[in-house]
């Protein structure tokens, strides 16, 4: 929230020569955050002038340019600049007479780029100083011509200061205003909150004689009919209506009210449209003026029907939801409640009657709006965060007066609008003894009370406790809590201890989560890079990589997607990883070993997902509503992928590069399997994306748990990645449930080992994981260690057969191995592995 100084003294004692950095340090004090000061980016000389004279000459170029006798002092004075009392200025408008006052910016003044003014010769002319427009002072984006103070009703003295005369001399604190405060995106708001830092005398605008806070009198017609409200209450509790008539629209807005908007962030547009922009940030009150003349029939506020459209100011022609809060007339609607008018309503130059809406909405069905239709505004900012439901009949006030003082209209004396019941608000109980527990220190009764009472809380003290009712723009208190916190901000956050809290004993991470940090400590110790990614992707990407024969599985798709080229939930890890790969890789760093853990949403083929019913958000769902938004989730398993491409070792002297290849990923799994506790078995497979014979299946006990393979060519350069790339991945929640509670290490034995090799000739289509397996379960328990070591196809072998020869270590746990021990286990199991598969021993 910016807040120009000038505005802001109005309602608030602040001390003359206070700096922007003396009210930000107050503000912080009380909880804010300081985000920025905010100042015209001008200097001066810069003063009022008035043309004496000027003479238009015609260019080669086509333009036309006025060499101008403006004078800038009284006469027989002195300029600002030191010269003469009258300058000679080129000027390219042509919107002013001769006799005008207008602002001219001296040799030696800033204006806003910075651009600096200075003589200099141009179209034949020395032009000393130049004749200003509005955009060019930072006042707003016109620039049809040069500024006539006329124009604006300002008839100051020639040489006076400009700066000044236009309040171009403000400044602008702004804060950082958090969710649960929303009264302070407000002058109002912000003001109470420095006399609390302070002390200083809070004038409060928005106090008003209580008979203008009572039912309507009558006047403009206005319903509200709410049939589906989003919570137990409807969507407008409040609805005020204000008509002003004979307004003349094409009045200039006054300088200072630009100045002071402008320096807010709010663009100045006309001065109808400035008055509710200048009241909406006075009073935290969005308001919203409509053309008398353009509305058919009365105003009723009502949720939008299904196939409804409606044209926003900003031209957009939205269709509408159900749940949207609608102001209609009789041709339809005409605006978004809380979010945005509507075009064919909309007040502009030559509206001559207006009709003033201040109204209160429900801060969900505003958020819900906003958000739906992507349409965030100053007004949906207030209305989502709760505004002061008593002051809708005073902004409306506010703004009718206004625009009689500016745009000389006249105010019907009778009130239209709906009032629905009395605003009241639970009191709270607060313990006597409660705020000094919670914060930790020992404040006094009258401290407790006096700083409730201070935000405007009624407070009525009782036997042991306060009955505490807070303000109607403090929507945010509704606990004892919250109202500890309160005591414990204005008195001074310095005031609480800073001691460490102790932690309960018997708590800490899950076994499955200590499991997942080892898994990913492992992995990146091991030189993988940890690099997560959206879960969003394509429906072609899911049947790619979700599935082993890539054939279409029912995949989750978003109804508001962030990106609406990738609307679907993953059923792999791969796509991410891949993306992220293509991305290193195309700015320049082509070797990669990435790792990401996170869930896959896994849709069961004919399951219906999703709920219709919203539950309602004023309270936490009881358990059947829980449940029930639980089965409507597709299972969501956390996986665990690798990714390596490129080189494992780079060139370099002595050294000769070394791709990574499948091995790689090989490893990658194993050392997950390490750091699960597990034993991962790999077998020869086949998928969709992967090499047909570079692919492998992973399994626990005979259980599938992922997969493991080289990704096709095609695959690969379609994601822009030339050279080999490995992929594994494994569902993580399977490994670690395989794993149990607890690991236990194999004790080690002192004795030394017998090491044998053995070659065996199989058919070619026969895994070498298989042979593998025979011969470990044929060796028995003496069997420490069995590797593959060589894989031979060719001369000397019969066709369609190879040799594998597998190296393999015996120890005993009590005893040397004899030679014969060994052999008579290693023959064990050749036995199996030729009864199995057909397997001989190599001559």
């Not at 003001?191 to 006047?219: C, I, S």
């Not at 939008?304 to 749940?323: C, I, N, S, Y």
């Not at 004892?480 to 609480?496: F, N, P």
């Not at 096709?712 to 790339?725: I, K, S, T, W």
């Amino acid at each position: 929230m910016r807040v120009p100084l000038s505005w802001l003294r109005e309602y608030v004692d602040v001390p003359a020569d206070a700096s922007p950095e003396d009210v930000l340090a107050a503000l912080v004090s009380v909880g804010f955050e300081e985000e920025d000061v905010h100042r015209f980016d001008l200097s001066g000389p810069i003063v009022v002038g008035q043309v004496l004279e000027f003479i238009e000459e015609p260019q080669t170029n086509g333009k036309t340019i006025r060499w101008c006798q403006v004078r800038v002092a009284p006469e027989g004075g002195t300029a600002a600049d030191g010269g003469p009392a009258v300058h000679g200025i080129v000027c390219g408008a042509g919107n002013f007479f001769a006799g005008d006052k207008v602002v001219v910016t001296l040799p030696g003044s800033v204006l806003p780029g910075p651009f600096p003014i200075a003589a200099r010769k141009t179209y034949g002319h020395v032009s000393d100083g130049m004749i200003a427009s509005a955009k060019e002072l930072g006042l707003g984006q016109e620039h049809s011509g040069i500024l006539r103070l006329a124009e604006l009703g300002i008839d100051a003295p020639v040489g006076a200061d400009a700066i000044s005369l236009l309040g171009l001399d403000d400044v602008a604190v702004d804060v950082n205003v958090t969710p649960d405060r929303g009264y302070a995106l407000s002058v109002r708001g912000i003001a109470r909150e420095y006399a609390h830092a302070t002390g200083g005398v809070f004038r409060d605008p928005g106090l008003r004689p209580w008979d203008e806070l009572q039912q309507p009198t009558g006047g403009f017609d206005v319903h509200v009919r709410d049939d589906a409200p989003i919570r137990e209450r409807p969507g407008a509790t409040e609805f005020v209506a204000r008509i002003v008539r004979g307004v003349d629209a094409t009045r200039p807005t006054p300088p200072w009210m630009i100045a002071r908007l402008v320096l807010a962030g709010v663009r100045s547009i006309s001065v109808l449209v400035d008055i509710t922009n200048y009241v909406m940030l006075e009073l935290g009150q969005p308001i919203h003026g409509y053309d008398l003349d353009k509305l058919e029939g009365g105003i009723a506020v009502r949720r939008a029907q299904t196939g409804e459209k409606l044209e926003t100011l900003d031209g957009q022609v939205r269709t509408l939801h159900p749940e949207d809060l609608l102001i209609t007339d009789g041709s339809g609607p005409i605006g978004l409640a809380g979010v945005m008018g509507g075009g064919a309503t909309e007040m502009s130059l030559e509206t001559r009657n207006v009709l003033i809406e201040a109204a209160t909405f429900d801060t969900v069905s505003i958020a819900r709006t906003a958000r739906r239709h992507k349409l965030p505004s100053e007004a949906s900012r207030r209305f989502e965060r709760g505004v002061d439901p008593l002051i809708p009949f005073v902004a409306a006030r506010r703004v009718a007066e206004l625009m009689r003082d500016l745009a000389g209209g006249t105010i019907d004396t009778e009130i239209g609008g709906a009032l629905f019941a009395t605003y009241q608000r639970p009191s709270i109980v607060l313990p006597a003894a409660f705020t000094a527990a919670l914060i930790g220190v020992d404040y006094t009764p009258d401290e407790v009370s006096g700083a409730l009472e201070m935000i405007g809380c009624e407070v009525v003290e009782g036997e042991g406790e306060w009955l505490v009712t807070p303000p109607s723009w403090r929507p945010d208190l509704t606990d004892k809590w919250t109202l500890a916190e309160e005591v414990a901000r204005i008195h001074g956050l310095d005031r609480v201890p800073s001691i460490l809290p102790t932690p309960p004993s018997g708590r800490g991470l899950t076994a499955v989560q200590r499991g997942r940090r080892r898994v990913s400590n492992a992995l990146a110790a091991a030189g993988f890079v940890e690099t997560p990614s959206f879960p969003f992707t394509t429906e072609e990407q899911n049947d790619l990589h979700g599935s082993a024969s890539g054939e279409h599985l029912p995949s989750v798709k978003l109804a508001n997607p962030l990106d609406g080229q990738a609307p679907f939930l993953r059923r792999s890890l791969v796509p991410g990883l891949l993306q992220t790969a293509h991305r290193n890789a195309s700015r320049g760093f082509p070797d990669l070993a990435l790792f990401e853990t996170g869930v896959v949403f896994l849709p069961e083929p004919g399951v219906t997902y999703g709920t219709d019913a919203v539950p309602p958000l004023a309270a936490r769902p009881d358990a059947e509503t829980l449940a029930r938004l639980d089965a409507s989730l597709p299972p969501q398993p956390r996986h665990v992928a690798v990714l390596v491409t490129g080189h494992r070792v780079v060139k370099q002297p002595g050294q000769s590069a070394i791709a990574a290849d499948l091995t790689d990923v090989l490893d990658a799994v194993r050392t997950i399997a390490s750091a699960a506790g597990v034993t991962i078995d790999v077998s020869q497979s086949r998928r969709a994306a992967l090499h047909p014979g570079r692919t492998g299946v992973l399994s626990i006990g005979g259980v599938e748990v992922g997969y493991v393979g080289e990704v096709l060519p095609a695959v690969a350069e379609a994601a822009d990645l030339h050279g080999r790339v490995s992929v594994a991945e494994l569902d993580l929640d399977a490994v670690l449930a395989s794993a149990g509670e607890r690991v236990v290490a194999a004790s080690l034995s002192g004795y030394p080992a017998a090491t044998q090799d053995v070659s065996l000739v199989v058919p070619i289509d026969v895994p070498a994981d298989d042979v593998r397996a025979a011969i470990a379960e044929g060796a028995g328990a003496l069997l420490e260690s069995l590797r593959l070591v060589d894989d031979y196809r060719g001369q000397g072998l019969p066709d369609s057969t190879k040799s594998l020869t597998f190296a393999l270590r015996f120890r005993a746990a009590d005893r040397t191995l004899t030679a014969a021990e060994a052999t008579d286990a290693k023959l064990g199991g050749v036995a199996v592995a030729a009864e199995r598969l057909g397997a001989r021993l190599r001559d």
